[in-house]
Nanobody, 124 residues
Framework: QVQLTESGGGSVQAGGSLRLSCSASGVPKSTNCMGWFRQAPGKGRETVVT???????TYADSVKGRFTISKDSALNTLYLRMDNLKPEDTAMYYC??????????????????WGQGTQVTVSS
């Protein structure tokens, strides 16, 4: 049974940093496509960044240069380092995993496994 658990969210001021973690169990050594997604109040869920089996990453334009995804396969943990945070980054952040090594086209949200989310709030 796949279980994803996010942690590391919190409240920061604009310009600050946070590191989110996603602990995965039941996903074979985190080798499948995984990603970070977010949903702001009153808005739809959007893809922030994905990473495939080969380590290839795709970022949303809004976070390029500020966010960095990484994974520790030995610990089955996915990370999201977020620097220079902006108020518009305020959202619930979710990690998700797929059944496949290659990631779906960026923006598709039909991942079968999701965590419960961790809240990130950025004040100006």
């Amino acid at each position: 049974q796949v279980q994803l658990t996010e942690s590391g969210g919190g409240s920061v001021q604009a310009g600050g940093s946070l590191r989110l973690s996603c602990s995965a169990s039941g996903v074979p050594k985190s080798t499948n496509c995984m990603g970070w997604f977010r949903q702001a109040p009153g808005k739809g869920r959007e893809t922030v960044v994905t990473i495939d089996h080969y380590g290839s990453t795709t970022y949303a334009d809004s976070v390029k240069g500020r966010f960095t995804i990484s994974k520790d396969s030995a610990l089955n943990t996915l990370y999201l380092r977020m620097d220079n945070l902006k108020p518009e980054d305020t959202a619930m952040y979710y990690c998700a995993a797929d059944r496949y090594w290659n990631c779906r086209p960026f923006g598709q949200l039909e991942y079968p496994y999701w965590g419960q989310g961790t809240q990130v709030t950025v004040s100006s």
